[in-house]
């Protein structure tokens, strides 16, 4: 068991060093879950509804995570209202997949330590 | 056996709309109706849940998304039974599919009574507005009694209710 937490934390690390830490805060993190989701795009009101946060923040995060290329905008019209809609990009879904995957593997090595307490 | 998404674009097709999945209003549209045809009784199969786009499934999201040009031809081998026709054409007498706030907020309130048909008027706008604070007070109304209209079943006269109107009726005045 110790050789197998041995490797994880060191897998582990290696993972934390790929992942793009500009994305690595809650709401990010939420959107980019969000939208993978939604695979059909969200609209900006309802991701707003839903995180209730405010317009500035929602827009900066939503702004950062298009510049790193992770997120795309359309604009559409529903009911000749214009709408804004995102969509996670190919970009995207790798970092969420990286995050995922990171997190699932943080989880384990906590896991494993738990049981070497309970043991010990 | 007909997949979900063949009974989906069968009810398209008797609703007389032309799909273009490409569009994200085309696709908003077709959630909609997939879930009002199903929460009336549609036997079409999909999960939908209703927090921050509902009600949406992603199943039927990742079904059209697979076969685009299936949906956009509206092609499939479905038939729609007497049912079916009878729920979309409810649907159509309801619904205007121009009118996708309405639709949107009108299915969100039909998830909300379905899960629990005792909320009353007042629970459900709270409810309503909690969830889609964007919608106008005059759009969560008038989704209300769309709501209600779409989910309501006649009730018919039956033989104790007849019985007793028969006796009402003997009364002498």
Same mark, same amino acid.
């Given at each position: 068991?110790?050789?197998?937490?041995?490797?994880?934390?060191?897998?582990?690390?290696?993972?934390?060093?790929?992942?793009?830490?500009?994305?690595?805060?809650?709401?990010?993190?939420?959107?980019?879950?969000?939208?993978?989701?939604?695979?059909?795009?969200?609209?900006?009101?309802?991701?707003?509804?839903?995180?209730?946060?405010?317009?500035?923040?929602?827009?900066?995060?939503?702004?950062?995570?298009?510049?790193?290329?992770?997120?795309?905008?359309?604009?559409?019209?529903?009911?000749?209202?214009?709408?804004?809609?995102?969509?996670?990009?190919?970009?995207?879904?790798?970092?969420?997949?990286?995050?995922?995957?990171?997190?699932?593997?943080?989880?384990?090595?906590?896991?494993?330590?738990?049981?070497?307490?309970?043991?010990? | 056996?007909?997949? *979900?998404?063949?009974?989906?674009?069968?009810?398209? *097709?008797?609703?007389?709309?032309?799909?273009?999945?490409?569009?994200?209003?085309?696709?908003?549209?077709?959630?909609?109706?997939?879930?009002?045809?199903?929460?009336?009784?549609?036997?079409?199969?999909?999960?939908?849940?209703?927090?921050?786009?509902?009600?949406?499934?992603?199943?039927?999201?990742?079904?059209?998304?697979?076969?685009?040009?299936?949906?956009?031809?509206?092609?499939?081998?479905?038939?729609?039974?007497?049912?079916?026709?009878?729920?979309? /054409?409810?649907?159509?007498?309801?619904?205007?599919?121009?009118?996708?706030?309405?639709?949107?907020?009108?299915?969100?309130?039909?998830?909300?009574?379905?899960?629990?048909?005792?909320?009353? /008027?007042?629970?459900?706008?709270?409810?309503?507005?909690?969830? *889609?604070?964007?919608?106008?007070?005059?759009?969560?109304?008038?989704?209300?009694?769309?709501?209600?209209?779409?989910?309501?079943?006649?009730?018919?006269?039956?033989?104790?209710?007849?019985?007793?109107?028969?006796?009402?009726?003997?009364?002498? /005045?």
């Amino acid at each position: 068991m110790l050789v197998q937490l041995e490797d994880d934390i060191q897998t582990l690390l290696e993972l934390s060093r790929r992942i793009n830490s500009k994305t690595i805060s809650l709401i990010r993190c939420l959107i980019l879950a969000l939208l993978s989701h939604f695979v059909g795009g969200l609209q900006y009101r309802e991701m707003k509804a839903a995180l209730k946060i405010s317009d500035g923040k929602l827009v900066s995060n939503l702004d950062r995570l298009e510049e790193m290329r992770y997120i795309r905008k359309i604009e559409t019209k529903l009911e000749r209202r214009k709408l804004t809609v995102y969509l996670l990009t190919d970009e995207g879904k790798k970092e969420v997949d990286k995050i995922t995957k990171w997190m699932k593997l943080a989880q384990r090595v906590a896991e494993i330590g738990d049981k070497e307490c309970q043991a010990s | 056996m007909p997949s *979900k998404l063949e009974k989906v674009i069968a009810a398209l *097709k008797y609703l007389g709309l032309r799909p273009d999945i490409n569009q994200y209003a085309s696709r908003f549209i077709v959630q909609k109706i997939a879930f009002l045809a199903q929460a009336l009784g549609m036997e079409i199969g999909y999960y939908f849940s209703i927090y921050v786009a509902g009600p949406y499934s992603r199943e039927l999201t990742c079904d059209y998304y697979n076969e685009p040009e299936r949906v956009n031809s509206l092609e499939t081998n479905y038939v729609l039974t007497e049912e079916d026709n009878r729920i979309l /054409d409810k649907i159509r007498a309801c619904c205007s599919f121009e009118e996708a706030f309405l639709m949107e907020c009108t299915s969100t309130i039909v998830y909300f009574l379905k899960e629990n048909p005792n909320l009353t /008027d007042g629970e459900l706008f709270e409810k309503t507005r909690l969830l *889609k604070s964007y919608l106008s007070e005059y759009i969560c109304i008038t989704s209300l009694t769309k709501a209600k209209e779409l989910l309501f079943e006649p009730t018919y006269l039956t033989e104790d209710l007849r019985r007793e109107l028969e006796q009402w009726d003997e009364i002498d /005045d």
